[in-house]
């Protein structure tokens, strides 16, 4: 089971590698704004280690001043270069086995006598490492697509010994968010979001095509239902061509959708995965033939898999490095018997109806699900999970789901979990409570899982939020401690008027909102972010005392002041860029919806 490894040892070696001057303990970059040193861009570099290079170059001279020459690879190394590149020359500065293992996307930070090494998986790893070292070793941070924070150093020293070999622990990482699918974010933070705008230069990213719930694009009702009724699904007696599944043991569906996963794959050469999944609703096929294979498997996921199975079969003949996507959800998130997932078929479970209010293994709510979860994992090695981070009926209420996400992303690498999404407010304009601090969190344990959580909590607090941050960690602190003291289960659809979000936490949370605008009072920027944030408690409480006016019968003029607060509200929001409300509704439409309720001008 892979996972993120760095080791500091002292390096001696002999040949190209050159040996560290006797007792030297650092090796000093650049000295008052000035360097000996060049960035050497190895032979044959790939796209993404070119960018890599850039980048290292770039924000070596955004810290220090001084620039760093770009120069490609030559017969004889300069003595004091940084490497770039994963071909023979760092091969025989790293040693024989070295970049063994490393995959796509593993890493080696090295120093080799005066020289420094950055390698790793050419898809995507060397340019990691810059990465890596950037961040981890020289404390440059990318907080959101808009905030980075690049410290000042004239002299920039690095450990002589430096040994960093870094592996993820997930081979897909999803932080779904809006904010982390920007391209240079998400390279930066090493997700591989198929929502992220990755592109050949940053590594590209593990794509998808088409995302996810796949029947009816793969045998579409509109062409033929009317003529082939039999390749949809017999729910009470009768075939289904509207909210259908698939009839999954009618050969010919098989031999449909797979002639139009091979098309698709023509068709979109740059994704990785290709999803065969069920709609996004009930009616699974009772026919006879279906139905057996349930009886036998003991869930509906095994005529799922069995079909799924057929199909990733044949694509394995034509298409060897393509992978077959597939859900465990609603009907089907039980894990079949017998029938195991072919090598090439992620299976995705989904655990929709989970408290995250607390760990899983510690939540009573969550038995069934970490039951689940162990019998997936003993079924196949190759499990992707999508789990939930936000409440989609109301992006800006509060979750307080941070001490989960401590516990629950280790737990998935614990038990074997390859690829891990992480859904938030994946909508266009973005936002929401903690928004951007929960997709960099979540991407550096997505990384490293044994990452010091509340240690990253804090980083971010401080580096996005300046003066404003410890009272900002008092409201984190409150939130949580409301949740986990008192054991109120957390929901991903709860509404406002949820137990933890009574009126005294409220209060309270307001006040840890009140002391961090007065704290950024003099730094513009960071009193907006503050402000943003504090949007979500607003949020709550015009929904609350609406719920209330409604119940108190809806006297006029409290309709009048609600609907000021309301307008004020979405001209607010909308100023940082927010379009949706919810999952399915956009904030103009909440907002001419709450003015025909309320009755007024």
Same mark, same amino acid.
């Given at each position: ?92 500065? %790293? ?120 029947? +009816? ?32 043991? +009618? ?36 026919? #006879? ?7 036998? #498997? ?5 005529? %799922?898999?069995?079909?799924? /199975? ?15 996507? $597939? ?10 018997? $017998?029938?195991?997932?072919?090598? /090439? ?15 899983? #293994?510690?939540? &009573? ?14 079924? $196949? ?46 909508? &266009? ?173």
């Amino acid at each position: 089971m892979n996972t993120v490894v760095v080791v500091a040892i002292a390096v001696c070696a002999l040949g190209l590698v050159g040996k560290p001057s006797q007792g030297a303990k650092e090796i000093q970059l650049t000295t008052a704004g000035n360097t000996d040193y060049v960035v050497v861009l190895g032979r044959g570099a790939t796209p993404s280690e070119k960018h890599g290079a850039q980048e290292l170059a770039r924000f070596l001279k955004q810290m220090s001043g001084a620039e760093f020459q770009l120069k490609a690879e030559e017969a004889v190394l300069p003595q004091k270069c940084l490497f770039v590149g994963h071909g023979p020359t760092a091969e025989d500065m %790293l040693g024989a086995g070295a970049l063994r293992g490393l995959g796509s996307d593993g890493l080696v930070v090295k120093a080799v006598g005066d020289r420094i090494v950055l390698s790793g998986g050419a898809e995507r790893g060397t340019m990691y490492a810059c990465y890596s070292l950037l961040e981890d070793v020289l404390g440059c941070r990318w907080y959101s697509s808009t905030v980075s924070v690049i410290p000042k150093k004239l002299t920039i020293r690095i450990p002589a010994n430096i040994n960093r070999r870094e592996i993820p622990a997930f081979e897909n990482r999803d932080p779904f968010y809006t904010d982390a699918f920007d391209a240079d974010w998400a390279a930066r933070n090493r997700s591989t979001s198929s929502a992220s705008r990755l592109d050949k230069k940053r590594g590209g990213k593990i794509a998808y095509w088409p995302f996810v719930h796949s029947f +009816n694009l793969l045998v579409p009702p509109q062409d033929y239902f009317d003529s082939h009724p039999e390749y949809f699904s017999l729910v009470n007696g009768q075939r289904q061509k509207d909210y259908s599944q698939l009839c999954l043991t +009618n050969p010919d569906v098989v031999r449909i959708a797979t002639a139009q996963v091979m098309k698709w794959i023509d068709e979109h050469p740059e994704a990785k995965i290709i999803s065969v999944s069920q709609n996004d609703w009930g009616g699974a096929c009772q026919c #006879e033939k279906c139905q057996a294979i349930v009886k036998a #498997e003991g869930s509906e996921s095994g005529p %799922l898999l069995a079909f799924v /199975n057929q199909v990733a079969e044949q694509v394995a003949r034509k298409h060897p490095d393509k992978l077959i996507d $597939t859900l465990a959800y609603q009907y089907t998130k039980d894990p079949p018997k $017998t029938i195991k997932p072919l090598p /090439n078929v992620r299976v995705r479970l989904c655990p929709i109806e989970a408290c995250v209010g607390h760990p899983f #293994e510690e939540c &009573e709510q969550n038995k069934l699900f970490v039951d689940l979860l162990r019998k997936w994992s003993s079924l $196949t090695g190759n499990l992707y999970v999508w789990h939930y981070v936000t409440n989609f009926a109301n992006y800006m209420q509060p979750v307080p789901n941070f001490k989960e996400l401590e516990a629950d992303i280790p737990m998935y690498h614990r038990m074997g979990v390859k690829g891990l999404m992480l859904q938030g407010n994946y909508q &266009e304009g973005g936002n929401g409570e903690f928004s951007e601090m929960r997709a960099w969190v979540e991407a550096k344990m997505l990384w490293d899982p044994s990452r010091d959580f509340d240690a990253l909590v804090g980083d971010f607090l401080a580096g996005y939020y300046g003066p404003a941050a410890p009272a900002l960690r008092k409201y984190y602190d409150l939130m949580h401690s409301r949740v986990m003291d008192n054991h109120i289960h957390v929901h991903i659809y709860d509404p406002p008027s949820a137990p933890y979000l009574d009126s005294e936490t409220l209060a309270a949370a307001e006040g840890c909102f009140e002391e961090a605008q007065r704290a950024a009072r003099i730094h513009p920027e960071y009193l907006r972010r503050v402000k943003r944030d504090a949007l979500s408690l607003r949020y709550v409480r015009l929904c609350q005392d609406k719920a209330a006016w409604e119940q108190s019968g809806k006297n006029a003029e409290q309709a009048a002041g609600l609907w000021r607060r309301t307008k004020e509200f979405c001209e607010e929001f909308a100023s940082y860029g927010a379009v949706w409300i919810r999952e399915g509704q956009r904030l103009d439409a909440w907002e001419k919806e709450w003015q025909a309720q309320l009755a007024t001008n």
